[in-house]
């Protein structure tokens, strides 16, 4: 004869529907008394599977990727927490291949997730990649001796009797032009791994 479900089992069954997760992930959340379970307990509202669907569908891929490798870390994490505790437990040593290999994929999951929102990133152009912003700064290294060919090139324009004026003006200027080359090389550097 089956055994008839208890409330809590019940209410497992029914937490882990409104999330879309399995009834494992559910007791677990029982076990650990999370806020998660102590929240439906109290019979707060849980989003439903529709309005689940209706919320992804209002996010962007990049977001979807974010929440995605949220997940992914959190699921290696929870399993490398359990594959820990088994191996510190004797009496679960049985179970610890089938761990040590929900780990692995876990973790492999996370990586993909992470793969994934970073070419995202970068289609999107918010992931530069370092050699990009080295190369900005080799590029931009040719401007000090534009600056001094242009200072030739002015005063040569000019006649004679006013090219003393404009150096005099140039000079002045020249300190203003040095700070601002100079924070936008700190900026740059700052952009770059240490």
Not at 149 to 166: D, Q, S, W, Y
Request: aromatic share 6%; hydrophobic share 35%.
């Amino acid at each position: 004869m089956p055994r008839r479900p208890t409330e809590d089992s019940l209410k497992v069954r029914a937490l882990a529907k409104a999330h879309g997760k399995t009834e494992r992930w559910a007791r677990k959340q029982r076990e650990k008394n999370t806020p998660i379970w102590q929240e439906f307990c109290e019979g707060q509202q849980v989003a439903s599977p529709a309005n689940r669907e209706e919320d992804a569908q209002e996010r962007t891929d990049l977001e979807k990727a974010e929440l995605i490798c949220r997940e992914a870390w959190t699921a290696w994490q929870g399993m490398n927490g359990l594959l820990n505790g088994a191996l510190k437990d004797p009496g679960k040593q049985d179970i610890i291949p089938a761990l040590a290999r929900a780990t692995r994929e876990a973790r492999k999951q996370w990586e993909d997730a992470t793969k994934h929102r970073e070419s995202l990133l970068r289609a999107a152009g918010l992931w530069i990649p370092v050699e990009r912003v080295m190369a900005i700064r080799t590029h931009l290294k040719p401007l000090g001796s534009i600056l001094e060919k242009l200072e030739v090139t002015i005063a040569g324009r000019l006649v004679p009797e006013n090219r003393h004026e404009f150096y005099r003006a140039f000079e002045a200027a020249l300190p203003e032009w040095n700070e601002g080359i100079q924070k936008m090389d700190e900026y740059m550097k700052s952009l770059l791994p240490c």
